[in-house]
């Protein structure tokens, strides 16, 4: 069962699912670059058919790009332990589920957003986004008051 927040609660958090975010970005961007190389590396060696490789600049590699998806992972649990869930990694999307109107919705903030502005229903996703009025933030509730 997810965690519920109060727009207050999600906002406290939002420096640290920020830094958790963006730890998470660097380290897919570094991932995705030891892949590449990796790849390139190997099609080398095709290439090559067959002559002497050397294996530690290839398992240097490895290293680097299992190094840099362990920390995505860690990251994103970070992200999750505070009951936040990560929507999309490549913009920065993340939701923090919240109670309204006797269902559950979310409350939606894209890094480079100051502030959580946005809500929409589990099903509607970011397309759906609404602004956090009065009335939501009037009646929109948590788990605890916290």
Known sequence: MSRHFR???????LPEVERALRDAIVQKTEYEAADGELQRSMEKIRMAGGSRVSPGPILALRARKDGASTAVAAAVERVNELGAQIKDLEIGLIDFPALYQGREVLLCWKLGEDRIAFWHGVDEGFRGRKPIDDEFRENHRGDSPN
Request: glycine fraction near 0%; charge should be negative; avoid cysteine.
């Open 7 to 13: 727009l207050e609660q999600a906002e406290r958090l």
